[in-house]
């Protein structure tokens, strides 16, 4: 081995043990570093939960949008536990509604936002432009989603409520009011 080569060796093992003596120094302050409690769960709802970061913006909307219209409020403790039960509805309805399948796509998403743009006033690149320079683009866009899919599960479950079955529509027509609005109609048509 040459001389050369021997010093080219000896530099790096001398960087390599810089390398594990710094980081090895630097162990004890990263074991002291304060923890930081970025979010935390505070409800489970079946498969998924409510973070204190959901609870807290929700919270902030309603309390301007109160503001804004000049609406009052109820007591700090009482509109937390309304908002909460809001949220931990939407969930479960969210969740439903990703069982049986109810989906929207980009193009359904881009609609409605083209509405909202033309209730403002703007093209639908305005309104987008102006949803991205305040950071709210996302976010309006899973709002939209969301909004959609509950109204469409909603009117499921309504619609689903309706629908009569043949045999409610005998056992209507054998009972007694069912016979008599039978009766009046036959008399009508002959007449």
């Given amino acids: ?26 162990l004890p302050v990263f074991s002291f570093a304060q923890r930081v409690l970025l979010d935390r769960v505070i409800v489970v709802v079946d498969e998924d939960v409510v973070l204190q970061s959901e609870l807290d913006a929700r919270l902030a909307d309603v309390t301007a949008n109160a503001a804004a219209n000049n609406r009052p409020l ?36 881009n609609r409605v936002l083209l509405n909202m743009a033309e209730n403002s006033n703007m093209s639908f690149d305005e309104y987008v432009t102006t949803l991205e320079e305040a950071g709210l683009y996302l976010i309006t866009r899973e709002q939209v989603r969301k909004q959609l899919t509950i109204q469409e599960l909603q009117r499921g479950m309504v619609n689903s409520r309706l629908a009569i079955t043949e045999q409610e529509i005998d056992n209507f027509l054998s009972s007694e009011m069912g016979r008599e609005t039978m009766a009046a109609e036959f008399v009508i048509n002959h007449m």
Avoid: W, Y
């Fill in 74 to 109: 109820p007591e700090q403790d009482e509109l937390r536990s309304e908002v909460l039960d809001t949220l931990i509805l939407e969930n479960l309805q969210m969740q439903f509604a990703e069982r049986v399948s109810i989906r929207f796509d980009d193009d359904t998403i």
């Fill in 1 to 26: 081995m040459s001389n050369n080569a021997t010093v080219k060796r000896t530099h790096s093992i001398s960087f390599l043990n810089l390398g594990l003596a710094i980081i090895i120094g630097c």
